[in-house]
């Protein structure tokens, strides 16, 4: 069983939930109804899960008044066996964007405050089914993703006291022992080709065997692709299905991984596919890197909406996008040129991104000078190169000089810790997992 970290938040919730649901939402496939599902078994008596894909009928509870006694009474009719008790039992309503009067309900359920209500779901951000009520300032919102790099250590048997310890390197400066280093790149690759999305990890630590690992990347992008041809309104689903199925071309076969619609069809304009990509936004199906016309706080007021690049959310289902052979070479270390500085840059992006930080990119024609990624942390700036050597980043080095409000930059490498003069903080591509 893999270890993630959504229980220790799920933990928190119970402890700190103020009179509130909490709605756990991310793409498809990512481990919500497993996690929830354990946890619920590991500190309730009781466990009341309603799928309303799996099962429709059960929006019936919901049909009526939406009084928790009313709600509580249609459980027990239909659940005659379980027993249902205040504080005891935890009811779990999962796949909630299937019934939008479930949505509606969790206000009342929080208001009542006798039960721990759970609710999960994907797609919850397009207007497939909107609640007639969204019960704003009753719930708590919580996003799931995939496996980050240390839930994926986990997962292979590392201790969680060794992971530990890596964390303490970079706090010290101090260059990790060149054997370890090593390792944990390979481990890195291995996690690269894997993917984060549960079944595929899951599938490499029972048969190490990264052709088993290819079915189940080929069969999770099935699955999205039928989420888009069943949930997006008719004049996106084509539109949608081009966009999502680009992206691997524009991040890994091209220097430029700028979102352009020209790889999508000769001639496309954004005024024809940007809907189609605000859709695949809305159903977590990919996460967006910003382009901004400055390097200060606060980034969002600098953006130029329509320059992106646009990530999968999770690599499993990049790597579902191309030949088996992009695995082959991940793991031997034999990727060359753009696609593996590229496929690198989606590594540290999808860490970033599952460690919650909203992602953007600076790049001046005019001068030449660029960042692979800035984020943000406690009102500072922070920008980021991401290397496949250990070659200078010389945009880097050149802003931090002129841009006195830049405090401290990373550069990520495959190599080891080291900073610079300039002040960069130079840390092994995985160590993206933790910044």
């Known amino acids: 069983m893999l270890r993630r970290k959504i229980t220790g938040q799920l933990e928190y919730w119970v402890k700190h939930k103020n009179k509130k649901c909490l709605l756990v939402q991310g793409a498809r496939q990512t481990g919500k109804t497993f996690a929830i599902e354990h946890f ?35 459980m027990r009719f239909r659940y005659p066996g379980k027993v249902i008790s205040p504080k005891k039992t935890l009811v779990f309503l999962d796949e909630i964007q299937e019934c939008e009067e479930a949505v509606t309900s969790l206000k009342f359920w929080a208001i009542d405050n006798r039960y721990d209500v759970i609710a999960s779901g994907s797609l919850l951000g397009i207007d497939y089914k909107r609640a007639s009520s969204y019960p704003v300032g009753y719930v708590d919102h919580l996003q799931m993703y995939g496996l980050d790099f240390e839930e994926y250590l986990w997962g ?39 993917g984060g999305m549960p079944e595929a990890v899951q599938r490499y630590v029972d048969t190490r065997d990264f052709s088993e690992v290819d079915k189940v990347q080929r069969n999770l992008l099935q ?53 189609s990509i605000e859709w695949l936004l809305r159903a977590d199906m990919v996460h967006l890197c910003k382009n901004v016309t400055a390097i200060r706080y606060d980034l969002s007021d600098y953006v130029r909406e329509n320059n992106f690049r646009a990530y999968t959310t999770d690599l499993s289902l990049l790597m579902s996008m191309k030949d088996f052979s992009l695995k082959q070479h991940i793991v031997e270390n034999t990727l060359l040129g753009s696609t593996k500085g590229g496929m690198y840059e989606c ?64 550069k990520f490498v495959d190599g080891n810790i080291g900073i610079s003069e300039e002040g960069v903080v130079t840390l092994p591509l995985y160590m993206a997992a933790f910044v």
Do not use: W
């Not at 619920?40 to 006694?69: C, H, M, R, W």
């Not at 101090?174 to 894997?194: D, E, G, K």
């Open 347 to 410: 590594a540290v992006a999808d860490a970033l991104h599952k460690r919650g930080y909203p992602l953007y990119y600076y790049k001046n024609e005019t001068t030449k000078k660029e960042l692979d990624f800035i984020i943000q942390i406690d009102g500072k700036v922070i920008p980021i190169e991401v290397k496949s050597n250990n070659s200078k980043a010389s945009s880097l080095t050149s802003i931090i000089k002129n841009e006195k409000d830049i405090s401290s930059a990373y």
């Open 40 to 74: 619920a078994k590991e500190n309730y008596d009781e466990l009341i899960t309603i799928n309303f894909k799996q099962t429709p009928s059960a929006a019936e509870i919901f049909s009526g008044d939406l009084t928790v006694d009313n709600m509580i009474m249609g």
């Open 223 to 275: 699955g999205y692709q039928y989420d888009i041809a069943h949930y997006a309104a008719a004049e996106e689903k084509v539109k949608a299905e081009k966009c999502y199925l680009t992206l691997a071309k524009q991040l890994l076969d091209k220097e430029n991984h700028k979102f352009q619609y020209k790889e999508i069809e000769q001639g496309a304009r954004a005024q024809k596919y940007y809907s």
């Open 156 to 194: 292979i048997g590392l201790s969680n006291d060794i992971i530990s310890s890596l964390k303490d390197y970079p706090k010290e400066k101090r260059a990790i022992p060149s054997a370890v280093n090593t390792q944990l790149m390979n481990y890195f690759r291995h996690y690269i080709a894997t």
